[in-house]
């Protein structure tokens, strides 16, 4: 595990906050919110995901939103694919980061992609091959995510041995990165320690290990801590909450942005993020809403007094 | 500090979020509320403020919410005092904790009371004298309470040994128990867990201590799980967020009881509380209100799936 003082925020509103709205932005529209993130130092951006167009029509432009991204400099350009069919095309549009997704329950991983965990295990290990296969691609971070790592809406409690099974077989077939997903926001933060620290056990600490948080439950932020505890120091946000509401039955959306950053800043920790650039890139998304809510504390609240960034 | 899994919830909204809403409740209405929050088995509720009611007239009636509340079996009754008269008054009244105020920030003890810190702790000590000189008074809870301990919003940052100092002049003049306050919402959990380490170092372990957080920049349940891994197991904390809004600036609510309760427990700790009742509390709390807004994420997103609450 790492144990120095950097922190990678990972921004994913432009994929997983979109895809859980209405509002179809237009792509100049992403772009000005991308760049102005950019700006501000966010280091890595997930600007879409390689599904079929018609499954979300929010992120059809995902490849031509990955080649204006490409050409902003030193962003770190990740997207989101379901399969390889997915990988394929986002290695084709030039991504940095290709950002695989699966369920380590079976129910769940049956209900989205129709297929067993271990099949898109199966998967993933063709995707490393085709990465491998062509020497344009030999700089394509492949990242493992696994989903429901925490708890499942379908089958409930998700035994760690699960996690770990499939993190193993994930690191074995050859992943760069693995990423810990709690999107259904089950997850506590005792947990969370735990089984971060049990995952560093399993795969050892050469690997980078993130982490994506939902704050369905309000726990968002203490999970965080919790994580950084046991050593995890890249997280996903998604600026203003984007797509998610507190106030809503069922609503799910992931940390915010803006209010991690804050509490990594406050904790010593150093992620090179401007907060006032953020909330300057937070406004260009807002005004591109039709009504969807916003959520966050430090767009309201500011900096404490006398506070004191990391260096 | 205690090592068990035992947790004490103290609901404050009662004195806290009333204090900070336009709306007056009725006598009848905080006892509906109170005496369904005890029935949920909230062990501990303050249930006012031993204030002059002209400076807040939704207290006024704290001696007789005081009288009720005492009828109710077993509830532990709290009420808040700013000084020796307001203790002497709550004494009268017969709660079983008195809880006495005052800011770590020299500054923010001027401005809110008109006095230094010192004469603060001074007035402390006339304070547990008059218990002690009343063998009536023998079994009342005097706690010294510390405000602005993670920082103000007059003087910015405040030094964790200020905090020390005042903690020992309390432990010196008889405080039965000690409460760590950050109305001000600025604490993080990295600053939080080291303050009650060294608190626990300072005061030694066998005087009761407490934390009261507002969730002003989201941190709220993040201090209370670094809060826990240092060993402090009782918590104020307020039904629904009363008095806190995250979308208006300014805002400084604290955290809310049901989240609370619902963290401590997935964190297998045991409150003693049933949620169900609570939020058939938070209702009857919810329906009294003149539109002030209520916080929470608890009350939408329920339980997960196959959760297991401690034993």
Not at 241 to 261: F, K, M, Q, R
């Amino acid at each position: 595990m790492k144990r120095d003082d950097d922190v990678l925020v990972h921004e994913v509103g432009t994929r997983d906050g979109l895809q859980s709205i209405d509002t179809i932005f237009t792509t100049d529209g992403k772009m000005e919110w991308i760049r102005r993130e950019a700006a501000a130092g966010v280091p890595q951006i997930q600007v879409g995901s390689f599904i079929p167009p018609k499954l979300l029509p929010q992120l059809a432009d995902t490849p031509e939103v990955v080649r204006q991204s490409l050409e902003i400099p030193d962003l770190i350009v990740s997207a989101l694919v379901p399969n390889l069919k997915g990988a394929e095309n986002a290695m084709i549009a030039g991504v940095h980061q290709v950002g695989v997704v699966m369920s380590v329950s079976e129910a769940h991983n049956q209900s989205n992609v129709r297929r067993s965990t271990q099949d898109s295990i199966d998967d993933f290990a063709r995707i490393v091959e085709h990465r491998n296969a062509n020497s344009d691609y030999k700089d394509i971070v492949v990242s493992g995510g696994m989903a429901t790592a925490f708890g499942c809406t379908i089958s409930g409690s998700v035994p760690v041995s699960d996690v770990m099974r499939v993190a193993e077989g994930l690191v074995a077939r050859g992943a760069d990165r693995l990423n810990v997903s709690d999107t259904v926001g089950y997850a506590n933060p005792g947990q969370v320690r735990a089984l971060f620290e049990e995952l560093y056990r399993t795969v050892g600490t050469d690997i980078p290990v993130g982490a994506h948080f939902h704050d369905t439950r309000g726990l968002g932020l203490a999970n965080v801590f919790a994580a950084l505890d046991a050593g995890v120091r890249e997280f996903d946000a998604c600026l203003g909450g984007l797509g998610g509401c507190p106030y809503a039955p069922g609503a799910s959306g992931n940390i915010v942005t803006e209010d991690l950053v804050f509490l990594l800043e406050s904790l010593g920790l150093k992620t090179g993020v401007d907060l006032d650039g953020l909330l300057e890139a937070r406004e260009i998304m807002e005004r591109q809403l039709n009504g969807e809510p916003v959520q966050g504390t430090f767009v309201n609240a500011g900096l404490p007094k006398g506070f004191v960034a990391a260096a």
